[in-house]
């Protein structure tokens, strides 16, 4: 077997920084292209391998693995923490599993996390702004629907393929649309990959300004410094987002309303596997429904009222289908005032066991 073996490489000194605000894979990413590192060694490198894969390391770093990190990059581990999903926990994400190896607390985490896995979600014009295509790590987080740089929506689905992309498992993000078309498919050929490059989609402008007013409250609970009407703006938007009918909508960008009527955004019924959280637009309106009534100073009881006699208006009357695991991490906002008037009007049922 000698002589199969590779030399043992390190990294050279300076290692590429972060950006801010930057996800850890797509970090890691830049920093394989910059010393031309293999994915697998660099993994191996920076002990990444052994908290599962970078995909699990993005989740949450032990402190010996970060301390490793810091060593040999030069990137402090306050900051290698901050690329992970575990600076939302307890707030936009449930608490972590106290132990990552268990399976079961794991998979409950994921059942009662919004989340997007492994979807993409992007700002085209921040991805150009960077000449390696750098991805923030908020946009893994439904929470963010518009880019206040750039004052446009975030983009949820390739333009080429009209399908959500897909981040591969272990790698970073994609350049690229990697989705198979259709071409081939009733030869014996393999099919083509899309191929459509993500920089180049076209996002849809913010023409309202709340919207993005509203984002950078969504932020500000996001980052941990929300004022308590930012609090209680999205835990009313958390149920907002399944139950959002058109007319809750009528005043503000009116792109917010054509989304909620349109077959894609009427059919949030698990298509493909998706949840309501999952279509941007749909965020954007159910954050700008909350506002108006929390404005208004809607008591919980008001607020489901409100909810019943719009979603009547607009002949919605499916409830929301809760599991209990996601009523018991919530999307971790609990406790959530909102939520028991509703689950009383019938407007959420609960099922599924813990
Ligand atoms: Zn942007
Ligand atoms: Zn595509």
Redesign the pocket.
Known sequence: MQGSRQPRRTLTAPVVEPIPGESLTSWIGAVADQQDFEMKPLLRELHLDRLGGASAAEMRLSDTVARRMEKLTGVDAERLHAMTLARYAGNALPHLPLLPADGVAVQQWHKGAWFHHSQARW?P??LR?TTDRRWLLRWKLPWSFA?L??G?YLVTECQACWDPVRFPHDAPPEQTCENWTDEGEWTHDLGQRCGFPLIMSQPVAVSDDSVLALQARVNAWLDGSPTHEDRQLVALAAVLIPLVSPSMVRRGDPLLQYALRSPRGTSQRKRDGRRPWTDSLRVAAAVCAADGRVRRSYSATEVAEWIADHRFIDHRRMPWHMDMAELAYGPALRPNPFVEPLVHRGLITLGGWL
């Open positions: 700002c014009k921040c702004d880019c740089d750039h446009v």
